[in-house]
């Protein structure tokens, strides 16, 4: 097949997501399709190439192996480790097909593209043998999904049924399948979407609304995401009416209303049905759910978004109004929300073109994408701000976190916001270099750049011949008014804002034309949105940071572990980090650019301690393999002994605990729990004075670590004013404590000390399950953080 029919199948394929023209809804611009565009030399399309070895590194048979065994076909060698057998068996199985239906549209690889039918062969086996429709590798498979048909439903926050979110699990099969059909017009994959569609259908068609909203408690990935594109791909509303079934009410109820309810949520739960939504409204032409989905981005954007485009600390949403549990962390914004919020900011900036979603879009490119992959191959799951601590990568063969899954999609698709278009014009919205071919006119361009190193962009046009149309170019919110320049062949073109901030050239177009654009930047400082003491400092989109050292990076690369994503080495203390001391309302008038380098740049006159004033502030995405500022905290002379002061205290007690501590659950919250095999029944999470808990009429177990078999004591903490409450406390299956409570410990949190009993700490286990049963006719108290203390 030649290359153009290559092209032509491709773009025939892609028409339904770029143009939405379902019942009634279409979309202002389309997106071209991956196949038109294709990087140049820059730090994209090196990430990109370094994403295609770590591809092209992982073992298919191995990804496959929890699918072939679900059906009950004879597999290949083993599984893989990590998620991958522990309960969320073939996530990754259906992120790689995505990630290599756009490679393969981004790059044209025939490598890839043999990975990819390969893959997809198998899906198609199994399907077959399943004999349902059913593509999946959740475990126990077939026992669940019977569960569920027969009204079976006992759904938590991250399980279903016993079982590992089963439903977030092959929601990563239909989004591969619907990425295989729209980015390579594969056919195959197409059948066995339906299918699969039809297998869901059929499964649910006798439960209620109330019943499948019960079950939507479960984290389920965007489900009604894929099923209103299945509706787009099809033209059958069967599946649209699906999708609006498996959109959650409690988020989108209070969404349609403008609230916000998301503090203390489990932040990438919640950003894929919001996607969902918005794709719902593009279908159905529903205003109201796309204004709920543009009031998320919103608020998400504006109150809770970091200046690296990130959000949330231990995968949840934190009080808007207090930063202070980020900062604190280890566990920063997540790069699987990004990547979420970009899919989102794409769906809402092609129904509204505003200059808004590609300023978000680009910083988070730029500033947590870009820098979420190391220059040899390895994702970040988690990003911490907090001073002077670092991150840690996956390895192929080791790792498989979610992160991992959405990592390998992140750096194949730089390409598919570059442009965009409407019937007649061009958009230009990043300064990426890059070609476009866009078939349908004739038209190719190709954009040369060395940007952010060098402040413009220069766009040669080639035509099949002369025409007419406006290309419009973003106007970024971090250029001043007037600053932005455009010349054509040399001529300076006269250029104004319009509503959605792009700037329009309209002329009769030919070969040979060249077009030059000044982006001029300038250095900002930005606090955090509580407005707290600390701010971050960004030239144009592009995050500043500062290396402060190499040491005691412990686990940088992941290991096999189950909290191998967590850069677990030793915290050091806030107090310690660089203090930035000034009387100037803009900090950023003190940074002084080094001569002979490149975005390179210094602070010395408003860093306090000595030490610290040769730290160099560089792009964040350049950092790797050290620790890293990119928060500072600041204040003015006479407002030091007091900060300073204040600083000590608290985290005085935080370095106390911390080296205190042997393992630590904060209860109620996702991840951690899970991290910590959670178990449990009758029990349920809550969120009180801005903390997460866990509370229950039955019991909840975790095991937690005592590597260095260093513990001595449990800790859990509970509000004092909590009243007839009676449960026992287990360690090992040994009664260490009976806990009545009769609310007379006052209006605070309390920490409840137990020491463990000589046979525990004799018996030298590494793991110790600490469980927690409530007595009969009564309950556990709400359960708010769990630690094992030496």
């Known amino acids: 097949m030649t290359s153009n029919c290559i092209t032509k199948k491709l773009w025939i394929g892609l028409l339904f997501v770029s143009v939405v023209t379902l019942y009634g809804q279409s979309a202002k611009l389309q997106s071209f399709p991956l196949s038109s565009v294709r990087l140049l030399e820059g730090p994209f399309k090196e990430a990109q190439l370094t994403d295609m070895k770590y591809i092209l590194a992982l073992d298919a048979d191995r990804l496959l192996f929890p699918y072939l065994r679900e059906a009950g076909i004879e597999t290949k060698g083993e599984s893989y480790g990590n998620w991958e057998n522990t309960g969320l068996d073939g996530h990754i199985g259906g992120h790689y097909i995505s990630a290599l239906s756009e490679m393969y549209a981004a790059t044209g690889n025939e490598q890839i593209k043999e990975r990819l039918d390969y893959m997809l062969y198998w899906f198609e086996k199994c399907q077959q043998k399943n004999g349902n429709g059913y593509i999946g590798g959740v475990p126990g498979s077939k026992a669940l999904w019977e569960e569920i048909e027969k009204s079976k439903i006992n759904a938590g926050s991250f399980s279903l049924n016993d079982k590992w979110v089963p439903w977030y699990n092959i929601h990563k099969v239909y989004a591969g399948l619907v990425d295989a059909y729209t980015l390579t017009g594969n056919e195959k994959a197409k059948k066995m979407l339906i299918q699969l569609s039809d297998w869901c259908l059929k499964l649910t068609a006798n439960l209620s609304d109330e019943q499948i909203q019960d079950m939507l408690r479960s984290e389920h990935g965007g489900m009604n995401e894929v099923f209103a594109d299945v509706a787009a791909i099809t033209g059958d509303k069967k599946y649209l009416t699906l999708a609006e079934k498996f959109s959650h009410k409690t988020i989108l109820n209070p969404l349609l209303e403008n609230k916000d309810a998301l503090n203390g949520l489990h932040a990438n739960t919640q950003i894929p049905k919001v996607i969902g939504f918005m794709r719902v409204a593009e279908v159905s032409g529903d205003k109201e759910w796309a204004n709920a989905a543009n009031f998320f981005w919103n608020t998400v954007v504006n109150n809770r978004t970091i200046s690296i485009g990130g959000n949330s600390v231990r995968e949840h949403f934190n009080p808007a109004t207090d930063f202070s549990s980020m900062l604190e962390s280890r566990e920063g914004p997540e790069t699987c929300n990004s990547y979420n919020m ?69 750096h194949g698709k730089y ?154 080495g030793p915290i050091y203390p806030i107090e310690e980090a660089p203090l930035l001391i000034s009387n ?73 605990l911390e080296a205190a501590t042997v393992d630590v659950v904060t209860s109620g919250e996702q991840q951690p729990e899970s991290d910590h095999n959670f178990k449990g029944e009758q029990t349920d999470t809550g969120f009180y004075k801005e903390r997460h808990y866990r ?69 030298k286990n590494k793991i110790l399950q600490v469980k927690f049963k409530a007595k009969p006719s009564s309950e556990i108290t709400a359960i708010y953080e769990v630690r094992l203390m030496k």
Not at 371 to 392: E, K, L, N
Not at 604 to 617: M, N, T, V
Not at 717 to 724: E, K, L, P, R, S
């Open 342 to 410: 970009l899919k989102l900011s794409k769906h809402l900036f092609l129904a509204n073109p505003s200059s808004k979603y590609m300023d978000y879009y680009e910083r988070t490119t730029y500033n947590h994408i870009l820098s979420s992959q190391h220059p040899d191959g390895g994702f970040v799951y988690f990003t911490p701000i907090r001073p002077r601590h670092y991150r840690v990568y996956s390895t192929p063969q080791e790792s498989f976190w979610c992160c991992v899954g959405s990592g390998l999609e992140n």
């Open 415 to 568: 390409g598919e916001l570059i442009y965009a278009h409407d019937n007649q014009n061009l958009y230009v919205n990043l300064f990426i270099p890059s070609t476009l071919k866009w078939e349908e006119k004739g038209i190719s361009l190709t954009q040369t750049t060395k940007f952010p190193f060098e402040e413009k962009t220069s766009i040669e046009l080639k035509l099949k011949k002369a025409q007419k149309f406006a290309i419009k170019f973003r106007y970024p919110s971090w250029i001043a008014d007037g600053k932005m320049k455009i010349s054509v062949n040399n001529k300076e073109m006269k250029i104004e804002k319009d509503a959605n901030s792009y700037v329009s050239v309209k002329r009769k177009w030919k070969t040979g034309d060249v077009i030059s654009i000044v982006l001029p930047m300038q250095n900002k400082t930005e606090q955090l949105p509580d407005h707290s003491n600390w701010v971050s400092f960004v030239r144009g989109p592009i995050v500043l940071a500062a290396v402060t050292d190499t040491t005691d990076l412990v686990g940088l690369h992941g290991d096999g572990s189950r909290m191998g994503h967590i850069a677990n």
């Open 584 to 656: 100037n309302a803009d900090l950023a008038n003190s940074l002084i650019a080094e001569k002979g380098k490149s975005f390179v740049f210094t602070a010395s006159d408003i860093i306090f301690q000595e030490k610290y004033k040769d730290l160099e502030l560089v792009p964040f995405f350049q950092i790797h393999d050290e620790r890293y500022m990119i928060y500072w905290p600041f204040t003015t002379k006479e407002k030091l002994p007091e900060i300073q002061k204040a600083m000590k205290s608290r985290e005085e007690a935080q370095m106390k």
């Open 695 to 763: 509370y229950g009429k039955g019991f909840f177990s975790y095991d937690m670590k005592n590597t260095l078999l260093e513990a001595q004591k449990l800790q859990f903490t509970y509000f004092g004013t909590d009243t007839n409450k009676s449960f026992d406390v287990y360690v090992n299956d040994v009664l260490v404590a009976s806990i009545i409570l009769n609310g007379t410990e006052g209006k605070q949190f309390v920490d409840r000390m137990i020491a463990l009993p000589a046979a525990i700490i004799n018996s």
